[in-house]
């Protein structure tokens, strides 16, 4: 979001002259700051970074497991 913010006010600044692109990017971001953003899976848990980084780090977990294993039946 603030990604977002940042290139709305540098656009804006890039329009001065045009009055009607610039009103339309100010009501954009306003709506922006009062919109709460949020990912949910089908409402059950939010998405974000820490179930992604959790998610990843148990694919790691699992993938080093089964290359140990693989290695202990190879021999």
Same mark, same amino acid.
């Not at 339309?24 to 848990?45: D, I, K, M, Y």
């Not at 990843?56 to 021999?75: A, E, G, N, R, W």
């Given at each position: 979001?603030?990604?977002?913010?940042?290139? *709305? #006010? @540098?656009?804006?600044?890039?329009?001065?002259?045009? +009055?009607?692109?610039?009103?339309?990017?100010? $009501?954009? &971001?306003?709506?922006? *700051? #009062? @919109?709460?953003?949020?990912?949910?899976?089908?409402? +059950?848990?939010?998405?974000?970074?820490?179930? $992604?980084? &959790?998610?990843?780090?148990?694919?790691?977990?699992?993938?080093?497991?089964?290359?140990? +294993?693989?290695?202990?039946?190879?021999?």
């Amino acid at each position: 979001m603030r990604k977002t913010g940042a290139i *709305l #006010h @540098r656009a804006m600044d890039e329009y001065l002259s045009y +009055l009607a692109i610039r009103n339309r990017l100010h $009501l954009f &971001s306003v709506e922006l *700051l #009062h @919109r709460n953003t949020q990912f949910t899976a089908w409402g +059950l848990f939010d998405i974000d970074k820490s179930l $992604l980084t &959790s998610i990843v780090s148990s694919m790691i977990t699992y993938m080093i497991i089964l290359i140990q +294993l693989k290695d202990s039946f190879q021999h």
